[in-house]
């Protein structure tokens, strides 16, 4: 899936993914999220972006959790 709104430059945040023309991080729509607000709450803290953008870098997170691959080891003490 191609994504409109979520770019990574490696000259912003390291990488980070971000939502395009911003410096605002993926991770950071998903902290304030988790903090109770609401994507109506972030697109107004920061009115540049587009609500559209916020909904789809919570698509972008879930895309790459869906990716995730857990291995599980046991270790000797």
Same mark, same amino acid.
């Given at each position: 899936m191609? @994504?409109? =709104?979520i770019?990574?430059?490696?000259e *912003?945040?390291?990488?980070k993914?971000?939502?395009?023309?911003s410096h605002?991080? +993926?991770q950071? #729509?998903?902290?304030w999220?988790?903090?109770?607000?609401?994507?109506?709450? #972030?697109v107004?803290? @920061?009115p540049?972006?587009? =609500?559209?953008g +916020?909904?789809?870098? +919570?698509? =972008?997170?879930?895309?790459?959790?869906?990716?995730e691959? *857990? *291995?599980?080891?046991? +270790?000797?003490?």
């Open positions: 191609e @994504f409109q =709104y770019v990574s430059d490696p *912003i945040l390291s990488g993914p971000i939502i395009k023309g605002i991080s +993926v950071l #729509i998903l902290e999220l988790a903090s109770g607000a609401s994507i109506k709450d #972030i107004e803290e @920061f540049h972006l587009p =609500y559209e +916020v909904q789809e870098a +919570v698509l =972008y997170a879930s895309r790459w959790m869906e990716n691959i *857990i *291995i599980e080891t046991k +270790v000797r003490a």
